[in-house]
């Protein structure tokens, strides 16, 4: 199935080491209008039913466009929410060119803004390495804090700046003070891992520091 992924305008296009965020503090990351999926291959369906068809899936990180929430809930042993309406941002170009695929989740795998919260308790761990020609640098401190180092390709001098981590489940924000924004989530190691994949298909992920 040919898709093609459509950059979605204004969206914040950015989780961690094991952390535990604040109680309080949350802060506006990106805009309303949008919602994070905050687990793994999410499945989008065509109707608001477990058992309807699965139009695509959506990996952690992913931003979609909040359409409408329905009154129906799902309950499962593990799981429980209601089901909303989203715009993916994807087009399926062996259906329709023109429009993106829409269809419901349940709510229990979305978030939004309001929900991310600053860490407080962190562990100690430092990404280093490259993501195709970007080098990717963040040394995370217990704290939730973090140093961050910029490089200008065209002057080739690299700037250094702190920020702050956010967290809503295995989802984490890095914001450094010129609110330069990253995104990262939590893999199945407990390791942080950009979101971004290298052109070989590895994925860039965080090294203890002792």
């Known amino acids: 199935m040919k898709l093609l992924t459509v950059v979605l305008t204004g969206i914040l296009m950015l989780g ?12 506006k990351l ?24 699965v139009v695509t899936q959506l990996d952690i990180t992913y931003l979609v466009d909040f359409l ?3 009154d129906l809930e799902y309950k499962s042993k593990t799981v429980s929410g209601y089901w909303v309406y989203i715009d993916t941002g994807i087009i ?5 060119k023109n429009n993106s695929i829409k269809g419901w989740v349940v709510s229990t795998f979305l978030a939004d803004s309001g929900k991310f ?13 490259w993501i195709g020609d970007s080098k990717t640098y963040y040394d995370i401190n217990t704290d939730g804090s973090f140093i961050t180092k910029k490089q200008d390709y065209e002057t080739d001098i690299i ?4 920020g702050y981590l956010y967290q809503y489940g295995r989802v984490v924000i890095a ?11 939590i893999n199945e190691n407990n390791d942080l891992c950009s979101r971004h994949g290298n052109y070989d298909g590895t994925q860039l992920c965080s090294k203890d520091v002792k």
Request: proline share 1%; charged share 35%; net charge positive.
């Open 92 to 96: 399926d170009l062996t259906v329709d």
């Open 175 to 185: 914001v450094d003070e010129i609110d330069g924004k990253e995104l990262f989530y």
């Open 117 to 129: 919260k600053r860490v407080n308790k962190f562990k100690r761990c430092l990404i280093d390495g």
């Open 68 to 70: 409408s929430k329905s």
């Open 30 to 53: 990106f805009n309303d209008k949008y919602l994070m999926v905050v687990a793994d291959s999410v499945n989008v369906r065509e109707k608001p039913d477990i058992n309807s068809k």
């Open 16 to 27: 961690a080491c094991g952390s535990m965020a604040e109680k309080k503090g949350n802060v």
């Open 159 to 162: 700037s250094t700046y702190n």
